[in-house]
Structure formats: structure tokens, C-alpha cells
């Protein structure tokens, strides 16, 4: 059974940065993609960014490129989430999330985590 578990969250001031972390279990993941979406208050799910796990391609949400990093540690089947430069725009849950084919929906995810709270401060 797929196990995503994330943390790293936390309240920071505009201009800092967070790491996230999403600690998977459950199988192997080496043809999956791993993502990060995040829900403001009110709003829908958004996608933030995704990674290849077999060769670390990403693609980010264009709101987030050139501040945040997605990578993976293969040996600890973790996905990391970098975030510098924050707004309070960013201010939502965010959740990783897996799945079998390069998508961008929240709806074609098939397996997620039970969100990390981030808030930032201005």
C-alpha cells in the first residue's frame, strides 16, 4: 500500500524559505512522477511542481519557477520541496502527491498525503 507522509511545514515571514519533505513507501517509484500541489483557503488545489523519479526531469507551475526546487533522494524514497523567496501567496496546505503519468491535474493523481500546513507572514 502507497504511503505518502509530508512535513516540513511551518509559519515563516515573506522572504524566507521552508523545506518540505514527503517520505514515500509502499513499492518502488523508479516510473512514477512525484508532485506537489497546495490548496489555499477557499481556493482548488493547485500544482506546484512535479519530478521524474527515474531521471529527475521537473516542471514547475509557472508562479513558482526560479523560487522553488523539487528533488528526490532515491535511497530515502523522498521527495523535497525547496521553497526561498516566500509570499504570503503562498500561504496554503500543500500535499504531495504520485503518479503513473506525466500530469499537471490534481484529479489524475492517484495517491496522496495528508498535507502540510505552510504560512507566510508579511
Known amino acids: 500500500q502507497v504511503q505518502l507522509v509530508e512535513s516540513g511545514g511551518g509559519l515563516v515571514q515573506a522572504g524566507g524559505s521552508l523545506r518540505l519533505s514527503c517520505a514515500a513507501s509502499?513499492?518502488?517509484?523508479?516510473?512514477?512522477?512525484m508532485g506537489w500541489f497546495r490548496q489555499a483557503h477557499g481556493k482548488e488545489r493547485e500544482f506546484v511542481a512535479t519530478?521524474?523519479?527515474?531521471?529527475?526531469?521537473?516542471y514547475y507551475a509557472e508562479s513558482v519557477k526560479g523560487r522553488f526546487t523539487i528533488s528526490r533522494d532515491n535511497a530515502k524514497n523522498t521527495v523535497y520541496l525547496q521553497m526561498n523567496s516566500l509570499k504570503p501567496e503562498d500561504t496554503a496546505v500543500y500535499y504531495c502527491?504520485?503518479?503513473?503519468?506525466?500530469?499537471?491535474?490534481?484529479?489524475?493523481?492517484?495517491?496522496w498525503g495528508q498535507g502540510t500546513q505552510v504560512t507566510v507572514s508579511s
Open positions: 519530478i521524474r523519479w527515474s531521471d529527475e526531469t521537473t
Open positions: 502527491a504520485l503518479s503513473s503519468r506525466l500530469v499537471f491535474r490534481a484529479a489524475d493523481y492517484d495517491y
Open positions: 509502499g513499492r518502488t517509484f523508479s516510473s512514477d512522477l
